[in-house]
Structure formats: structure tokens, C-alpha cells
């Protein structure tokens, strides 16, 4: 098996990078091949006896999507894209990046023809969705996003819809909630702090909280976020049905439950590392964000969240910091 990854060099791209390479194969099939792309280029995976390419790209620009499919990947995971906060801040390169590369990729799958067609499995978000909400949003509630960036989300999902049901390729996107706790450095995302208040004080850091701690929000690990993707490459078109965009599951809870659960894990002087700073634009795009969903179809079709907060600190503790924590 073949498999082009988009975005590889991103976190939840490493992750599900390193997942396969370790499970080495996918649905049954060896996997004999690994295309790897990113803005910068990804590093080759250790352990990984097959080819591997990795290629620095520019989703939209001119050639590029013909040059990622020029050798057919069976599958392709398409993660790429410019996060939430800066895609609102930075509206052309939003819409260029996230429609423009997405609908490039596609376009290439459909250029080649001849029979072929991959499993497109690509990354959405909750943020397709707009106020006002009810209780908890289902699969079927209406697309009308309050952000440019859910916008794209929403665009290039029913993008998606239309390529597969012309059988250009089998599609299925997954709308994932809050990955949390992302490792590394805080990125421009405006649902980074979720990560931020958890990170930075594990670390022995400061960390800021720019809403209120009332604000509730479900989050997934970057290790059920590798799961999730992995799990949707197996999906049968049977299964699916005519609605292939789906919504995750994940933990629902508010701000305030978060820093329960770390000073349960971490102790009180580890949260007193979180300081308050309200920033008027992340509380904005937050606000017009769904915060619990009714993932049942996604939950009967296999995918399995994390049962508690507690549990998704424990894997970042345990797969990020070598289970230690800052004193």
C-alpha cells in the first residue's frame, strides 16, 4: 500500500506518522510506501523499511497536487492546512491554503482518471458549525460557520461529498474536536490554549488564559485524533452511507474541570501556573464555536474518544514528557 500524507510535518501528522510506521500496515495491507508533505519537509520516520518521499510543498501552488498523486497513493490522509485563528487574521492565505490547496489535491485525483480512486480521508473541524446551538449538535446540523476558517471547513467538506459521489475518489471527514494536549510550541490555532493550560504548567512554565473558565469545549488526544484517522481508512462506502463527513467524539467539559483534572494529577502548585488574561478576539471566536456533540452514528460506527479529562493529561504525560513533571 501506497499512502500520501498531507501535513505531515504538523503534530497530529507526526503522530499518525509514526502510528503507521509502527503498526506497518493499514487495513490488512503492508504498507510499502509513505509520501510525506508538509510547507517544510518532513522528517523520514525511523524504523520504516519501505520507501519513503518527503516533499516540501505549497498545497496550492501550480503542479504540486499532480506531482503528490503522480504515483497513485492508495490512500491519502489530508491534514494540511492554515489553523483557525490565522486563517481569520490572515484571510487571503486562509482561503488560498485551506480551499485552494484542498480543491488542488482533488483536482489532480480527478485529472488522472483511468480508474483511479483513493480513500481521501480528510481533516475538518467542529467549527463548520454555528450559534446558536442546541444542547448537543448532531451529524446533520446545518453548516453555518461563524469563521473564515470554518467556512473553508465547510467548503472543502462538501467538496469532498461532491468528488465522491461523482466516484472521482472515496472520500469520508472527520470534524475533530479540541486536540489536546498538543506537545511542542503553542501554534496560532485559537482553541491553542485548551493545550496551553495543561502544557506550559507540566513544563514549569507560565501559561495564559485569555477566557473565562466557565467556557466548555470537547477535546480528543492527539493519540485518539492518530486513532480516529486510522479507523476512518477502514470505513466500507457501505457503512458510511451518503453522509461521509462525520463528527468525533471526544471529552466535554469547561475550562474550569480542565484545571481540576491537572491539579488531581499535578497539584496545586502546577495550576497556580496559569494566569488569567482575557483576549477579546480568541473569546470571540471560541464563543461561536459548538461546545458538546452528539456523536452516536460515529460512535456506532467504532470510533472510541477518551472516557475523562484526567485520562487525555496521563497520555500526554506518558507519550510527551517521558512521564515526568516540572517541579
Request: charged share 25%; aromatic share 6%.
Amino acid at each position: 500500500m501506497h499512502i500520501l500524507l498531507t501535513g505531515a510535518a504538523g503534530m497530529i501528522g507526526r503522530k499518525l506518522t509514526a502510528r503507521l510506521v509502527k503498526n506497518g500496515e493499514l487495513n490488512g495491507q503492508p504498507i510499502e510506501r509513505l509520501t510525506l508533505t508538509d510547507i517544510v519537509a518532513p522528517e523520514k520516520p525511523a524504523g520504516f523499511f519501505g520507501k519513503v518521499e518527503t516533499i516540501a510543498a505549497d498545497m496550492p501552488a501550480p503542479g504540486i497536487g499532480q506531482k503528490l498523486v503522480a504515483h497513485r497513493p492508495d490512500t491519502i490522509f489530508h491534514l494540511a492546512g492554515v489553523v483557525s485563528a490565522e486563517a481569520e487574521l490572515e484571510f487571503e492565505k486562509g482561503y488560498r491554503v485551506n480551499l485552494d490547496g484542498t480543491r488542488a489535491l482533488l483536482d489532480a485525483v480527478r485529472a488522472i482518471g483511468d480508474g483511479y480512486r483513493p480513500r481521501v480521508i480528510y481533516t475538518s473541524s467542529c467549527a463548520v458549525f454555528g450559534a446558536p446551538f442546541p444542547l448537543a449538535i448532531p451529524d446533520e446540523f446545518h453548516l453555518t460557520p461563524l469563521t473564515s476558517y470554518g467556512t473553508q471547513k465547510a467548503m472543502c467538506e462538501l467538496l469532498l461529498a461532491d468528488y465522491t459521489r461523482r466516484g472521482i475518489l472515496d472520500g469520508v471527514g472527520l470534524r475533530l474536536p479540541a486536540i489536546c494536549v498538543r506537545p511542542g510550541k503553542p501554534n496560532k490555532a485559537a482553541s491553542g490554549f485548551f493545550s496551553g493550560i495543561i502544557r506550559e504548567p507540566l513544563a514549569g512554565k507560565e501559561a495564559l488564559l485569555p477566557v473565562p473558565e466557565a467556557t466548555l469545549h470537547t477535546h480528543a488526544s492527539p493519540r485518539a485524533a492518530a486513532s480516529y484517522l486510522i479507523h476512518a481508512a477502514g470505513l466500507t462506502r457501505e457503512q458510511l452511507g451518503a453522509r461521509i463527513n462525520l463528527t468525533m467524539p471526544g471529552v466535554c467539559c469547561t475550562v474550569a474541570e480542565q484545571i481540576e483534572a491537572l491539579r488531581r494529577i499535578a497539584g496545586d502548585a502546577v495550576t497556580a501556573r496559569i494566569r488569567r488574561e482575557p483576549d477579546e478576539l480568541v473569546a470571540r471566536i471560541v464563543a461561536g464555536w459548538p461546545h458538546r456533540f452528539d456523536a452516536r452514528r460515529a460512535l456506532a460506527l467504532g470510533f472510541r474518544p477518551e472516557k475523562t479529562f484526567d485520562e487525555i493529561i496521563r497520555i500526554h504525560i506518558e507519550e510527551d514528557l517521558g512521564g515526568k513533571i516540572a517541579a
